[in-house]
């Protein structure tokens, strides 16, 4: 029997994928745009918002007739075990290759935000952490990983990683962002997206784009940034990932931007996205993302305009599952409301993708490639990595008499209702969070040891003393009297308090779970005043997924450390902190507000966004953005920074050599700032152009090489074009962004340039043995 030309693998993918679509019927082309959640179901039982409205009855057996797109979250919609789960997918997948005429496998997808999100797998620390690390290769390391334990049960693309930037720390999935700097951000972002993709997962950035600047930080809250801000903040993470990462895929996001939804944008998806950046792989929706922009966003009056509208702008795949794409789509084709060349554009994008993954050659099978024996998606390998980058992240925020590290003999007061909860240590999107609280009773799967436990093990002749105070969020406080007691009674108190992740208000901090201001949860505000008032010292340990106002208790603390859900190793990783057998070397990826109002606020201000007499509110944070602890001192020695003049396309070296002079190993993060005084348009006052962070032994130094170029200092002009224009810049290589240690003065000289998306984004680095 001769092959058809479109399962050869000898011929090039574009001319499999022709050949392919010239033998597809309408109803087979469009099958391919759309994903089935095969967990969803019609009396709206599930983890996402809407789902009754938005989820349809349909014949599974009859659907897959004409093919299938995608198969939403096997391992993510309910507690499956991992081997068990995968033979179901290989299942599933036979049954659609049986029934349509041509035997394409779906491509399967899942969450991956902190790790997979599935039953038993591990529960990595979430984004917010990674950020705090400063430390890229470490993140790949763990997308790669992730992402093999990901093609070990069958899956093919997962929907990570996160690249908004922090707007306003208000806003409930802050936790799901790597900062609030779009230099940090893209630089861990394209680290996340090589790893993933490194193991042949289709990485999907997202939420493409501003979804993190709704305002008054509400979940899916209309975006007022201007196209500026759009520019300069929002978009050059996605640049940097799809450049130096090689995603695959673009989640549109759920948000819109001056009155015109992401999904129904083609000034975003198609002349951004893919006419100037050059982008080829697939667009797709954010859950029922098509269909809010008939109920939602009201921008269509039927399913059928919405899923024009999208498929116009870009979007290629409606997920989860069908609704707009399926039925009312075909019927508008055929009506000749829909151009058929709409269908042939996203059909070719999604089957080009499937032959890159080998879904379209002849010998593909479905069996998992972890064969039919068990499963280990949490293996002691994964979980030593989760607890290096656990370990990684926690940040010292304060520690001003040397509270830190604890006697391994004292009496230790454990307060706090985060101190006892395992779940105290996950984000909204790992899976015990996610997916378990809709079935009660099932086990975590994993160990998660908490702070209490672990301060246990790691201080076993210390007397440790436990009481809870307060809920998270609740009003009660009937518990702090017990709970000062405790403190009372001990030599240092450790109150750890923080947020309960969950979804669309089950939770403090998660999806849909955003926050008025920025005071602590419940009542834990009233509970840490109490415990300071016995005069005992007070280590304060925060579990959290945004950065919470803590003025109010400055300079009345022994010391301040602070962990962003730190995944199923942070108990020990905190305690590890505590007792000293770990040297704290986690840096801000958010700034620490001093006052809990004044919000939104970040870092990257203007000149009349910082403190000044023109009003009585000072926006100063208590914390600043790059700032952390040591319990090691390091001098920044032999800075080389002279005063230089290069031209609006030159470069130019920033160098200085750093010491440990403490007793013990430690790391340092040394971070360049840009300052430019002088600006066509009003500019950040500072912004972070680069960082590198260096491991260094007692009494080791290095020295740290930064190479910039001119093309760091663009910025969008009045006109909308991304410029370098001539003038003084300076740049500041500093332990934060407020604490600069050495400055360099540089001219730039000649003609403003403009620059477009082959700019350097990066600004490169090199350490060397110090002379």
């Known amino acids: 029997m001769t092959t058809a030309p479109w399962r050869d693998p000898a011929l090039p993918a574009a001319a499999r994928v022709d050949d392919l679509l010239a033998r597809m019927t309408l109803e087979e082309k469009t099958a391919q745009l759309y994903g089935v959640w095969v967990g969803a179901s019609a009396d709206g039982a599930g983890v996402a918002p809407l789902q009754r409205e938005m989820t349809e009855e349909y014949d599974w057996e009859e659907l897959i007739t004409r093919g299938l797109g995608q198969l939403t979250r096997p391992f993510g919609t309910a507690p499956v075990d991992p081997a068990a789960g995968a033979r179901s997918l290989a299942s599933a997948q036979r049954r659609i290759m049986a029934a349509g ?286 607890r290096r980058l656990a370990e990684e992240s926690v940040v010292l925020l304060d520690n001003p008499g040397g509270l830190l590290p604890l006697a391994p003999d004292t009496r230790i007061a454990v307060v706090g209702p985060r101190a006892a909860d395992a779940l105290a240590m996950l984000g909204c999107y790992s899976f015990p969070s996610h997916v378990l ?70 939770g403090t901090s998660g999806e849909g779970c955003d926050a008025g201001d920025l005071r602590l949860p419940g009542v834990q505000g009233e509970l840490l005043d109490a415990l300071v008032a016995t005069g005992v010292p007070v280590v304060l340990v925060l579990l959290t997924g945004r950065p919470y106002a803590l003025g109010r208790w400055h300079g009345r603390l022994g010391a301040v450390v602070q962990a962003f859900f730190p995944g199923e190793e942070g108990g020990p990783a905190v305690a590890g902190v505590l007792s000293g057998r770990v040297n704290p070397s986690g840096r801000l990826p958010v700034s620490v507000p001093r006052l809990p109002g004044g919000q939104p606020w970040t870092y990257l201000q203007p000149p009349l966004g910082l403190a000044g007499e023109v009003s009585n509110l000072d926006p100063t944070p208590l914390y600043p953005f790059g700032h952390g602890r040591s319990y090691t001192a390091f001098a920044w020695e032999d800075f080389t920074g002279p005063p230089a003049a290069i031209g609006t396309d030159g470069s130019y070296d920033v160098s200085v050599t750093v010491r440990n002079t403490g007793d013990r190993a430690g790391a340092e993060v040394v971070q360049l700032y840009l300052h430019d005084p002088v600006a066509r348009v009003t500019r ?88």
């Open 101 to 386: 005429r041509f035997g394409i496998p779906a491509l399967a997808h899942e969450e991956c935000l902190a790790g997979f999100t599935a039953w038993r797998a591990t529960a990595y620390p979430v984004p917010l952490a990674w950020g705090a690390t400063f430390d890229p290769d470490l993140v790949e390391e763990m997308a790669g990983r992730i992402g093999r334990d990901l093609r070990s049960v069958g899956v093919h693309q997962g929907l990570a990683p996160v690249l908004d930037v922090v707007r306003d720390p208000r806003w409930g999935r802050v936790e799901e962002t790597i900062g609030e700097d779009p230099y940090l951000v893209g630089t861990v972002g394209a680290a996340y997206v090589r790893g993933l993709e490194s193991a042949g997962i289709v990485a999907t950035l997202k939420h493409f784009a501003g979804y993190a600047a709704s305002a008054g930080a509400r979940n899916l809250a209309p975006v007022r940034a201007g196209v500026r801000e759009l520019a300069d903040v929002t978009l050059p993470p996605f640049e940097l990932a799809l450049r130096e990462g090689g995603a695959r895929s673009v989640m549109a996001a759920y948000t819109e931007t001056d009155g015109v939804p992401a999904s129904a944008d083609p000034a975003l998806l198609t002349g951004l996205l893919r006419e100037e950046w050059g982008f080829t792989g697939t667009v797709v929706a954010d859950y029922f993302g098509v269909g809010f922009l008939q109920s939602l966003h009201r921008v269509a009056g039927s399913p059928a305009e919405a899923a024009h509208l999208a498929l116009a702008a870009g979007v290629d795949v409606e997920l989860p599952t069908v609704k707009c794409y399926g039925t009312p789509l075909l019927e508008a084709v055929r009506a000749g409301e829909v151009p058929e060349a709409l269908i042939e554009q996203s059909a070719r994008r999604v089957l080009l993708q499937k032959c890159e993954l080998g879904l379209l050659d002849e010998d593909w099978t479905p069996a998992p490639p972890a064969g039919d024996g068990p499963v280990d998606l949490d293996s002691p390998a994964n979980r030593a990595l989760a």
């Open 437 to 506: 609280p809709s079935h009660p009773g099932t086990p975590a799967g994993i160990d998660i040891p908490t702070v209490l436990d672990s301060l246990r093990s790691e201080l076993p002749d210390a007397k440790v003393t436990f009481a809870e105070g307060c809920d998270t969020s609740g009003p009660d406080t009937d518990g702090i009297a017990e709970a000062v007691a405790r403190a009372a009674e001990a030599d240092v108190c450790v109150a750890v308090l923080g947020d309960r992740a969950g979804l669309f208000g089950r």
């Open 684 to 771: 950040p006052d500072v912004r972070l152009i680069g960082y590198r962070r260096l491991e260094l032994a007692p009494g080791e130094a290095r020295r740290v090489t930064f190479r910039f170029h001119a093309d760091l200092s663009s910025f969008t002009d009045r006109s909308g074009r991304r410029v370098v224009e001539p003038g003084a810049l300076d740049l500041r290589l500093g332990a934060s962004s407020a604490d600069v240690r050495h400055t360099a003065r540089l001219t730039l000289t000649g003609p403003a340039r403009k620059v477009g998306p082959d700019r350097r984004l990066r600004c490169e680095t090199e350490v060397s043995a110090a002379e």
